[in-house]
DNA sequence: ATAACTGATATCATTTTGAAAGCAGTTGCA
DNA sequence: TGCAACTGCTTTCAAAATGATATCAGTTAT
């Protein structure tokens, strides 16, 4: 255990934790990609290096926000899930997505997802929480309905399907 | 206008602005600790350099984050002031604190703010709002009663005295 | 057999960080 | 009228982090 933190501030902690350009977004991949292998997180939509990837995973392995373990179905395949401590950074995820959404030049198809969850509010993270806990620290059984995560994908591909469509009547009619 | 994004995902954007181990903590600063100067900035928890401090402060200036201004008593001094973009950050602020708090090794004094942001949830997030706006964007006048920001640096220093007394009387017991 | 896929490493140039000292003024006090 | 303390920075330079690219040894599907 290294103990030699700048200071012992909460908001600090936090920083010095994920405080960086790639982690947070490692976590986002895997909350809201339901990403689990290296080379799936690999392919984020921003292009992170192999050797930061690599980097990045460690650091949060050692912190304790991420398990590793076997793929039985390959053996040199590894899983990475979640822990509690991630998965309770959802409503941060919600409140960064909501920020950057007001203040910031946001893609309408890559951020219709913020705009849910804001709208779902506490009730709708509360919910993903409880489906990410199922998902990677098992436990309680299957949820019904939708989950909330596809819930979210199909939101997304909705909003593709129309700027596609959308751009296909522009050339038509050009 | 700059526009090399790496991509138009909000959460990545707002990692874009303050993904970093500083940024965040002079927004801190001045929100919770009244901070104005550059000089009082430069006396934070942390031990930030005067160059990594101005260069912050510029890139927060040119993301619109926070204005500047002359002071009036000092021809060399500069006030800097949150906009309400920064403003806005005070429900993170929150959550990253509640976050911090039970995750990660925080010290009572350095936490309590924290607690209390978290006991006050919402309806008091909405109060230190209102009044960072009153304080920083001019406009509405004096709210009633002591300020959140001065409840909760009483809190604080309650914690200190507290310590401090717990201190003196170990070692006279000893 | 072989091509594609697995989770990484190695290399190396570029960028960022950060401690420390310094600077040109301004202000308050003796 | 001096002079010390204070103002917001800037400069310098070493060290660390970043990141693009190529590569690796082993595994699996065809």
Redesign the pocket.
């Known amino acids: 255990m290294t103990d030699d933190h700048r200071s012992a501030c909460p908001i600090n902690l936090s920083l010095e934790v994920f405080g960086?350009?790639?982690s947070l977004l490692i976590i986002r991949d895997m909350i809201f990609g339901g990403k689990r292998?290296?080379?799936e997180l690999l392919r984020s939509q921003e292009?992170i290096?192999?050797?930061?990837l690599?980097?990045r995973?460690k650091t949060l392995l050692e912190i304790g926000m991420l398990t590793?373990s076997d793929d039985p179905?390959?053996?040199?395949?590894?899983i990475y899930s979640l822990t509690e401590m991630a998965i309770a950074l959802v409503p941060i995820m919600a409140h960064l997505g909501a920020w950057g959404r007001r203040y910031l030049p946001v893609s309408e198809e890559l951020s219709i997802r913020a705009q849910l969850m804001e709208e779902g509010g506490p009730a709708l993270w509360e919910r993903f929480m409880d489906e990410l806990r199922a998902e990677h620290l098992g436990g309680s059984g299957a949820l019904d309905g939708p989950s909330v995560r596809q819930t979210l994908q199909a939101a997304y591909e909705e909003v593709m399907a129309r700027k596609a469509k959308e751009l296909e009547l522009a050339s038509a009619g050009s």
Chains 1, 2 share one sequence.
């Not at 179905?73 to 590894?78: G, L, N, P, V, Y």
């Open positions: 960086d350009k790639w292998h290296f080379r292009g290096s192999s050797n930061i690599a980097d995973l590793k179905s390959h053996k040199q395949k590894a």
